[in-house]
């Protein structure tokens, strides 16, 4: 009696895992989104980890992408990886890259008005204030600050430091050779790289520690040498919703909706999702995050 009872438990787990599998699978490939052939290319069928004799179907609806494994660069999945596509605000990990990289962090900004001027998503500065590039740096990878970026760009010209013209030396010396920008911001359709080169720019980004804690954080307060303080909240909703812990968003109508995003899969194997060219808002954040999902699920080294 006891060995059936024992039996009919193991059998209701069976069930109930096969159960919860299902509908990741279907959640990760619905059919609905199968069929919608405007965004869908042939399906790409995938290993997730090394170790995982599973393969799946990805569908991702987006023009360019990329998961990897950045402990070992494993690419999980990828589509039109070296394709370039204009980035957006993407740009700003460069922009906010190379000022950890070359200027004094306790340096002040002042904010011009033609800065506030600016169209797009904003710090809410003010004409005159005086910030320091630290805090701008936050402001331009949290709320993706233009007004910020224009701000830099402007004054750090006057001091003899062309911010676009260094952003693409640092391209040059990370070897992104399909990398290019017009601007410290993401207006420019002119400013553009590929789903790989982003990758790589990534990693470069994340072993500066202040720009990794940074680009973690959905919310943070700045306040400026002159005294008003700016809340700021992060454009990256996956990090509160989905556990991801960075890295940036972007959007313009020619790039449609971008993203670079960070995950311990598992608490463990940081991976990077590369969106770019998504058709809404909506998709750049589900695809990344029902595909981490779906690895955390059958990441098993």
């Known amino acids: 009696?006891?060995?059936?009872?024992?039996?009919?438990?193991?059998?209701?787990?069976?069930?109930?895992?096969?159960?919860?599998?299902?509908?990741?699978?279907?959640?990760?490939?619905?059919?609905?989104?199968?069929?919608?052939?405007?965004?869908?290319?042939?399906?790409?069928?995938?290993?997730?980890?090394?170790?995982?004799?599973?393969?799946?179907?990805?569908?991702?609806?987006?023009k360019s992408g990329l998961v990897v494994?950045?402990?070992?660069?494993?690419?999980?999945?990828?589509?039109?990886k070296n394709e370039v596509r204009p980035i957006a605000s993407i740009t700003k990990m460069m922009t906010t890259l190379v000022l950890a990289k070359n200027r004094d962090l306790d340096e002040v900004i002042t904010i011009p008005e033609s800065a506030v001027k600016v169209e797009g998503s904003s710090g809410g500065f003010y004409a005159g204030e005086k910030v320091t590039i630290k805090d701008l740096i936050i402001a331009l990878l949290i709320p993706s600050a233009n007004d910020g970026a224009e701000a830099l760009r402007l004054?750090?010209?006057?001091?003899?430091?062309?911010?676009?013209?260094?952003?693409?030396?640092?391209?040059?010396k990370l070897g992104l050779e399909k990398t290019y920008f017009e601007d410290p911001i993401g207006l420019s359709e002119k400013n553009v790289s590929t789903a790989w080169e982003l990758y790589l720019l990534s990693k470069e980004f994340l072993k500066n520690n202040f720009l990794k804690q940074t680009v973690s954080m959905p919310t943070a307060e700045i306040c400026t040498?002159?005294?008003?303080?700016?809340?700021?909240?992060?454009?990256?909703?996956?990090?509160?919703?989905?556990?991801?812990?960075?890295?940036?968003?972007?959007?313009?109508?020619?790039?449609?909706?971008?993203?670079?995003?960070?995950?311990?899969?598992?608490?463990?194997?940081?991976?990077?999702?590369?969106?770019?060219?998504?058709?809404?808002?909506?998709?750049?954040?589900?695809?990344?995050?029902?595909?981490?999902?779906?690895?955390?699920?059958?990441?098993?080294?």
């Open 1 to 62: 009696m006891n060995s059936l009872i024992v039996f009919l438990i193991m059998l209701t787990g069976i069930i109930g895992w096969q159960s919860a599998n299902e509908r990741l699978e279907a959640k990760f490939n619905p059919p609905e989104i199968k069929q919608n052939s405007n965004f869908l290319e042939p399906n790409f069928i995938i290993k997730t980890f090394p170790l995982l004799d599973k393969s799946v179907k990805y569908n991702f609806r987006t």
């Open 69 to 80: 494994d950045a402990n070992n660069d494993l690419i999980i999945w990828e589509k039109e």
């Open 155 to 172: 004054d750090l010209k006057k001091k003899g430091f062309d911010l676009v013209a260094e952003m693409n030396k640092e391209a040059q």
């Open 225 to 301: 040498k002159s005294g008003s303080c700016h809340s700021l909240i992060s454009t990256n909703r996956l990090l509160t919703d989905a556990g991801f812990s960075g890295i940036k968003t972007g959007y313009t109508n020619k790039a449609g909706n971008c993203l670079v995003g960070l995950k311990d899969i598992n608490k463990k194997f940081p991976t990077i999702f590369v969106i770019l060219g998504a058709p809404d808002g909506h998709t750049r954040f589900d695809d990344p995050d029902v595909a981490s999902q779906y690895l955390e699920w059958y990441g098993l080294y």
